[in-house]
């Protein structure tokens, strides 16, 4: 049966998945601590089982934002994986994976970036757009584009954001989880998306680096 | 509250001494910001500042390699921001991931990233060059 293998390294420790192309047989690996590089290549065989690359059909990788190191362990495997078997690969953005299907804007999808960066995509009408920064900062965007007394469904917000979000008149409805570990809620959006035209035109996405020049230093 | 206080040195190891009075203030997680025209005597300061803490040290400018780290307890972390032209390139260098909580983070150049560091950092500006006294501003975030 034609498969399709996940892998993700950005929204936690990294995990592998597969899929039957027509949704059956899903089952997933997740590592248990951060050793990506040691035993991430493992975890992918234990998925693919006893029939390793035979029945792969294509790949999915979670393109980010995400852990710095991690993701780029998984994109690098998932696309060495394709380039060398010839595969079609699918990248799909974090927020992509983390938000349910089929929930009606405003909608907004919880990242948790490099060094601690909280990243969102906010879903309002047709309109898609992302913030990225301190919590505080982050809430703050949302609370102005959506206006006190707004409700937002919100996936994947940690704690302290939701409490923020409540403490600026933002009515939240939480979105049931995405399947664990990360790489299979990966596979099953994945199997709705078309592949990148090659593997090397699937890009990392680390969120923004636009705040490393917002602050002046101080002059003494 | 922050504070700038303000001293001066006519040697090189009058500006070292500096640097060892301000690592006994450093604690795991803390960041410096080190600035100051070419020749200042920012490495010269940064390593009096990892001597102090490790009791010796064993590399120069990271000026090429944009970050050292110096084993030892704690970990101290060197980088230096000359050649960052632009902020992808320090993303795609991990930089970010020097700044851990149980590091100590020295940084050269910081005005070409100042968002790199975190807000309650110390800043330390270095005036005077070459043969000359040099004039050293610290600011504390505590």
Redesign the interface.
Known sequence: MRTLLAIDGALGVFSAAAIGLDGSAPRAAAATRNDALERGLALVAEVLGAGGFEDVARIAVTTGPGG??GLRIALSYAKSLAFARDLPLVGVSSYDVVEPDEVAPPLAAFVSG??GLACVRLRLGNDASVECGADEQVVAALAGRLGAGATLACAGAPEGVLARLGERGIIVRLCSPSPSPPALALARKALQRTPAANPHAVRAD?GS???????????? | MKTTVRASAKSVAELERIGVELAAELRPGDAVGLSGALGAGKTTFAQAIVRALHGSEDAASPTFTFRHTYRGEPPVEHLDLYRIDDPTEALELGLEEAFRPDAIVLVEWPERLPGLLPVRSFWVTIGGSGDGPRTIAIERPR
């Open positions: 710095f190191t490099r060094a680390y680096v636009a705040y490393y020049t917002r602050r002046e230093a101080p002059r003494a």
